[in-house]
């Protein structure tokens, strides 16, 4: 694709620790356009949250970053710390977790929206005033104009997700990373959350990157998913896809632990084993040691992701036993 | 469960307490006082109270801290100096430690009118300045180290109370301690078994400070003529009769040299004891001791 | 399933806020039997945490009471927990909290039999045996929690309350703070458990599909209240109450279909103020002029309770 917005080609971070560096990402390779909502899914330890911040280039100190990241065809991991603090929120911007911390707590929302407007775009102040309250109507806050002289405080843990949401879009991005954007919120004001991601994107052309852990979430917002684990990628293609026929043990094992509507009663089915901490990642194919399929050659052999049907990449040799699912 | 093996390549950005050259020193030092407090009547080259020397004679080969307006050996009196300051320090210390400790705990636990009784107590003591209250209160009962042990241990506790008291507010809320209270247990077991255990590193990083602080008090009163009296050899009595003796320089310099040389290191092991209790830097001091960071710790879960 | 171990009767939990007393939980019936798994689910600010703490005897009631075994849950105050009360345990949420970090596994366990007069060797013993019952090596009688995963500590502190041999078991979002494979895991756990030692136990989450697995009975609060109590299938297959409609509706299915979970609109009301009549009536969909005025009481439809006249066509004078 060649014209995708975000490019990102054989991505490898090595973090150092205590034993030394290990690569906390490995040879990560995926693509988004325009317009589109594409899912990293994974457990906590997958590398999902390092590729997020690798695209900001906020990684932590000491890190080693190998491989391109291009947005628009621009060279990011080539950049200068100056030059990528004028990217962050112009072009990419990034909505996390908790907005109890990403909103600030002692700023009236109305200044955190329009000092972010007007130090990317250069408008006036009532200019940037009345943008922000149209950004506030937007994501749904009700009474933008009171909203604006609030605080981060007084709203609930879904008025501050969207309002992070506002801030996130206030200079206009391209590309908006939503790492774990609902995890924390309760299930209503969760498809609430989703819907105004889903609307964003359709109605401004934005490019959603969505990070969780959560397979239903994905189903709902993702058009396509890369599945992660242990810093490399297992599966990529189109959501549909992966989540009726999926062909990596490991998302398959993800699917099989969720509650299912026909089995109720019956006790889940988690996969067994943990996932490898950083430094402790097997040779060959990381999930062998957790994996049914597992056969001696894995435990030596590194599968690489190649295509098993189009814009579906799967990084397990082909095996005929498991070919149905 | 996690069984730390590993390659030995361990960052050297990460300081462990035991290697602190600090701590060792003082280490060092306090166990080479506390050798001469027990030989002292074998390594000290004279009788300590003999009076049979040369008057204000300066350091030299055979009295090397010289000798005192009474013709004493300086330095057989700054050795036995150490069986006096040293173990009542220790002492004063434990005391102080365990009184404050069960005040506090109690406060801390049981709360309400308990609780205000016994910290106005402390409040009361704080109100003066430590050495001022030790010196009432060795002078009310009479000028004897016996009471100037009493005196430094009535000014210590309420330091000990207060830490205690705080640990215990903060750890009764915890949900162990909710836990425990569900299966059962009374108060008093809880102090002991369930914040005991999370409490007494702060407060030995407290004693290990304050036992410095003992021993300045207890040689600021000797000093004043309220601790050990003449002709016991301690250091603070021995400086004072360096006051008088100023141009004999030796005579204060050397007891109070040994008085700096304790209290140093008494606070250096404090420090790194201090280190080694928190949290963040004891994993990095436990790594280097027996086994390598645990990497389960670094953040993954499940 | 055997008379219940476990009745809250009319319970209702007060709290001050600036001056202001404010109800968490406000008229709440429950009743648990051995051998059976009550879900517990509601959203932030329902109440349903608080209803788990005042179950065994946390916190003070506002009016009602709890009744374990036939007798009285008095507040936990100052005083030691009567013996009686040692079949009624709780599961914490936070697995790095719930366990003295100074203590070595083994200790933590033997409390229960320790408290209960044993001596200390068979406290330890007893903790081997209850360890492996709950899946980990009982060499980890002598290690510390810090070496523990969450989930692994979720065991642990498990293993802990079945030292007392308790009959009833409150676990107040045990699962929330662990991984997915670990959230299985525990669920499975805590289910095999009520079955071998014919536990009761209230399940608090706000993960409706994992309780929906695992649960016997469920109950659905909002704002304090129960809004809909009966069998988990039943419920779940076909919720009569708005606000459990909405709920279900709510959670986005991993089916690869793409459909937007369905969204509802509003906030949860404040609880000190909480809406005239039916406290749910300003988000309803079906909302009527009677339920602006009338309150909420459960009422028999379709095989389950649910707390809403216009379906259940029983009013209630307004309180």
Redesign the interface.
């Known amino acids: 694709m060649a014209d995708a917005l975000l490019r990102v080609e054989r991505l490898s971070v090595a973090l150092p620790t205590r034993t030394g560096y290990h690569k906390a990402v490995d040879d990560l390779s995926f693509a988004v356009d325009a317009g589109e909502v594409m899912g990293i899914a994974g457990e906590s330890g997958s590398g999902k949250t390092i590729t997020a911040l690798s695209l900001f280039g906020l990684l932590p100190h000491g890190a080693r970053v190998t491989g391109s990241i291009q947005l628009d065809g621009t060279e990011l991991t080539a950049m200068t710390s100056k030059q990528l603090r004028a990217i962050r929120g112009r072009q990419i911007a990034m909505v996390s977790q908790d907005p109890a911390t990403s909103l600030h707590p002692i700023l009236p929302i109305g200044t955190q929206l329009t000092e972010h407007m007007r130090h990317h775009l250069g408008v006036s102040k009532p200019e940037a005033r009345s943008r922000a309250a149209d950004l506030l109507a937007t994501v749904r806050i009700p009474d933008p104009e009171r909203a604006l002289r609030s605080y981060a405080g007084q709203f609930s843990g879904g008025m501050r997700q969207r309002i992070a949401i506002a801030v996130a879009l206030a200079a206009e991005p391209r590309l908006l990373v939503a790492d774990e954007p609902t995890t924390a919120l309760d299930v209503t004001v969760q498809a609430g959350i989703l819907r105004l991601l889903d609307r964003l994107c359709r109605e401004r052309g934005l490019a959603v990157i969505v990070i969780t852990h959560d397979l239903g979430v994905m189903s709902a917002t993702a058009g396509r998913l890369c599945v992660m684990y242990a810093g490399r990628l297992a599966e990529a293609g189109p959501t549909a896809e992966l989540l009726t026929r999926p062909r990596h043990p490991y998302t398959r094992g993800l699917l099989d632990a969720l509650p299912h509507p026909e089995a109720a009663g019956a006790a889940l089915v988690p996969i067994g084993g943990s996932v490898p901490s950083l430094g402790r990642v097997p040779d060959g194919c990381p999930f062998h040691p957790r994996c049914r399929y597992a056969r001696p050659s894995c435990a030596t052999d590194r599968p690489e992701p190649g295509p098993v049907a189009p814009a579906h990449l799967l990084a397990c040799p082909p095996d005929p036993l498991r070919a149905a699912s | 469960m996690s069984q730390a093996r590993g390659r030995r390549r361990l960052r050297p950005a990460a300081p462990p307490a035991l290697r602190r050259p600090l701590a060792l020193a003082g280490l060092a030092v306090i166990g080479a006082w506390a050798v001469i407090a027990i030989f002292a009547p074998l390594v000290a080259p004279d009788n300590p109270l003999a009076q049979k020397f040369t008057i204000l004679a300066g350091p030299s080969a055979g009295h090397w801290f010289g000798t005192d307006e009474l013709g004493r050996d300086v330095f057989s009196r700054v050795l036995f100096g150490a069986r006096i300051t040293l173990p009542l320090a220790v002492i004063l210390i434990l005391a102080a430690m365990i009184i404050g400790s069960v005040i506090g705990g109690v406060a801390g636990y049981f709360g309400g009118w308990v609780d205000n009784v016994l910290m106005r107590l402390a409040d009361l003591v704080f109100a003066f300045p430590g050495i001022i209250l030790a010196l009432a209160i060795a002078a009310a009962l009479g000028p004897q180290l016996r009471n100037a042990v009493i005196a430094v241990v009535v000014v210590s506790w309420p330091s000990y109370a207060r830490l205690v008291r705080s640990l215990v507010l903060s750890a009764r809320s915890a949900q162990y301690v909710v836990a425990s209270r569900l299966l059962g247990a009374s108060g008093v077991r809880i102090l002991f078994t369930d914040i005991r255990p999370n409490a007494a590193g702060p407060v030995l990083v407290l004693a290990a400070l304050d036992i410095g602080n003992a021993v300045l008090l207890l040689s600021g009163l000797s000093f004043l003529g309220l601790g050990a009296q003449p002709p016991t050899a301690e250091w603070g009595a021995m400086v004072a009769e360096g006051a008088l003796n100023f141009n004999d320089w030796w005579v204060g310099l050397f007891p109070g040299l040994a008085i700096l040389t304790v209290v140093l290191a008494f606070n250096f092991i404090g420090d790194a004891l201090r280190d080694l209790l928190d949290p963040r830097t004891a994993r990095a001091v436990r790594a280097t001791g027996t086994r390598l960071w645990p990497m389960r710790c670094c953040g993954s879960s499940g | 399933m055997s008379e219940p171990v476990l009745q809250l009767s009319a319970i209702a939990v007060e709290y001050r806020r600036g001056g202001q007393r404010v109800r968490a939980v406000d008229g709440v019936d429950l009743t648990v039997a051995r051998g059976e798994i009550i879900g517990l689910v509601g959203?932030?600010g329902c109440g349903k945490s608080t209803l788990a703490r005042a179950a065994?005897g946390?916190e003070p009631l506002a009016a009602g009471r709890v009744t374990f075994e036939g007798r009285d849950v008095p507040h936990?105050g100052?005083r030691?927990?009567?013996?009686y009360?040692?079949g009624?345990?709780?599961v914490?949420q936070?697995p790095y909290?719930?366990?003295?970090?100074?203590?070595t596994i083994g200790?933590l366990i033997a409390?229960?039999d320790r408290?209960?007069g044993g001596t200390r060797r068979d406290g330890l013993r007893h903790a081997a045996e209850l360890l492996e019952r709950v899946g980990l090596?009982a060499?980890?009688v002598d290690?510390y929690p810090?070496?523990?995963?969450?989930?692994q500590r979720q065991r642990i502190?498990i293993a802990?309350t079945l030292?007392?041999q308790p009959s009833c078991l409150i676990a107040d979002e045990p699962i929330s703070?662990?991984?997915?494979?670990?959230?299985?895991?525990i669920?499975?756990l805590l289910?095999e458990l009520v079955d071998d030692a014919d536990l009761g136990l209230v399940l608090v989450s706000?993960d409706?599909?994992?309780v929906?697995?695992?649960a016997d009975r469920v109950a659905v609060m909002y704002l304090g209240r129960i809004v809909e109590i009966g069998d988990?299938?039943t419920v779940?297959a076909s919720p009569r109450h708005p606000y459990t409609e909405?709920?279900v509706?709510?959670?986005?299915?991993?089916?690869?279909?793409?459909?937007?979970?369905?969204?509802?609109?509003g906030?949860?009301p404040d609880p000190a103020s909480p809406p005239a009549g039916c406290r749910f009536h300003p988000r309803c969909p079906i909302v009527q002029d009677s339920c602006r005025e009338l309150d909420q009481q459960l009422a028999p439809v379709a095989g389950r309770e649910i707390a809403c006249h216009v379906r259940s066509r029983s009013a209630a004078p307004a309180r």
């Open positions: 959203e932030s065994v946390l936990l100052r030691r927990r009567p013996a009360l040692r009624l345990q709780m914490f936070d909290e719930s366990l003295n970090p100074r203590r200790e409390d229960g408290l209960a090596p060499t980890a290690s810090h070496e523990f995963s969450g989930g502190a802990r030292a007392t703070a662990l991984d997915a494979s670990a959230q299985a895991q669920a499975n289910s706000h409706l599909s994992v929906r697995q695992v988990t299938d779940w909405a709920l509706a709510a959670i986005p299915r991993a089916d690869g279909a793409g459909v937007l979970p369905v969204d509802l609109p906030d949860v």
